[in-house]
């Protein structure tokens, strides 16, 4: 598994996707309850005949209507004039509504008719407003600041919510789970983009080209293929489980199918963006009868314990990813990197040591690039986008150990 670094994504991506999200879930919980209508309908039966109709229309109304609509209709000839160009509709509260949040303009009349559609929507949203209010101590002026938070809620703060509420994770967060669909597309700067892909193609700065290599098992490519989608995107936190993570930009990772399948909804102690230690799991190399045996080991500073010994290694590369597995077959690269330290010995290493005009080591460097490939002396850093990458790195280092 290897560290990874929070996406850089551009800003105009994540105001895109803000805005995507935050609209659909206005229109989520903008649902006039039914059942309380009616009951009201039935409570007015002694009134004209003339009030009944009149009533029955507006239930009627307010049934078919929304909700949004029906607590603004009282102060709608105030704003609709100036704000909404005669046009009381639903779809144009919310353009205004995220127009003036996203620019964080509350200006003029601007003001109140904001500040009313924000105080309707927070309404319906009092889970969400006491999830920080609770776990994180934060509070915010407009429900709008709430939203972009859980969308942007850092990968600290989300297991930190998880540890402190691992016993007690209730409530009913199916309208934010149902809002998760990352094959849609988005205007992002003017041009129409499917989010998933767009956020594979920026996850990591790799001159242009993004995520390449799965961060779990740092084995199988994930680059897409033109519009095709070549990685799946993983919750690091179910979206069963914590459905309150389900659209928030810094849960996901991209993978491959095989490790997303194998992981499934099962967790993972390690958290990729959080622990750089990530680097100190080494791949160990041993003969046995058979041949090479791979194996994985926590090296701190020299101090190797063994994969047993390290509980959240043994949890996340042994039992839930089974990574012991994947790389068995990789006895093969093994095989040929020794095939060529023999094939390129000490009397052709002395050759070309009169040819290149380097000295020390790093004239000795330059011979083991050519010998085993410029991945050997890649910073670890930089090996998430290299496949097989660390493993070639560590069996290198496991050669050079056995040769002095």
């Known amino acids: 598994m290897m560290h990874l670094k929070i996406p850089n994504y551009p800003q105009e991506f994540i105001d895109a996707y803000i805005k995507s999200m935050m609209s659909k879930y206005i229109n989520k919980i903008d649902r006039i309850d039914v059942k309380s209508k009616k009951n009201k309908k039935s409570k007015k039966s002694k009134k004209s005949k003339k009030s009944n109709k009149a009533n029955e ?7 078919k209507g929304s909700y949004l609509l029906t607590k603004l209709s009282k102060k709608a000839n105030e704003y609709k004039n100036s704000i909404l160009n005669n046009e009381m509709t639903k779809n144009n509260i919310i353009k205004e509504y995220l127009r003036v949040m996203s620019n964080d303009k509350m200006e003029n009349c601007d003001n109140k008719f904001i500040a009313d559609v924000d105080s309707i929507i927070k309404e319906r949203s009092s889970q969400i407003i006491e999830l920080f209010r609770k776990n ?10 709430y939203f972009k938070e859980l969308v942007l ?3 600290e703060d989300m297991e930190k919510y998880v540890y402190q509420n691992k016993d007690n994770n ?3 967060w199916e309208c934010i789970k149902s809002l998760y669909n990352l094959s849609e597309k988005i205007d992002v700067d003017g041009k129409l983009e499917k989010i998933n892909t767009f956020m594979v193609r920026n996850f990591i700065d790799f001159g242009g080209k993004g995520l390449l290599v799965c961060p779990y098992c740092n084995r199988n490519y994930v680059n897409n293929r033109g519009k095709a989608l070549g990685s799946e995107m993983d919750h ?13 930009l810094y849960n996901f990772i991209p993978s491959c199918s095989t490790c997303n399948r194998i992981k499934g909804i099962k967790e993972l102690k390690i958290n990729p963006f959080l622990r750089n230690d990530t680097n100190r799991i080494k791949f160990d190399i041993t003969i046995d009868v058979d041949g090479y045996k791979i194996d994985f080991i926590h090296d701190l500073n020299g101090n190797v314990t063994d994969k047993n010994n390290i509980e959240e290694l043994k949890k ?3 039992d839930t990813l089974r990574l012991d597995e994947a790389y068995k077959i990789h006895d093969i690269e093994i095989k040929e990197m020794i095939e060529r330290e023999r094939k390129f010995g000490s009397e052709y290493r002395e050759f070309l040591k009169k040819i290149f ?3 020390g080591s790093e004239l000795e460097k330059k011979i083991d690039v050519l010998i085993y490939g410029d991945v050997v002396f890649t910073p670890d850093e930089e090996l998430v986008n290299k496949s097989l990458g660390k493993f070639k790195k560590d069996v290198y280092e496991k050669i050079k150990e056995w040769k002095e």
């Open 170 to 172: 209730t409530g009913n």
């Open 57 to 63: 229309s507006d239930i009627k109304h307010r049934i």
């Open 153 to 155: 809620m850092k990968p």
């Open 136 to 145: 994180n101590s934060k509070e915010f002026n407009t429900f709008f600041e």
């Open 357 to 359: 005009p380097e000295e």
């Open 316 to 318: 996340d590369v042994i």
């Open 236 to 248: 690091f936190y179910n979206k069963n489980k914590y459905p309150m993570f389900a659209i928030s």
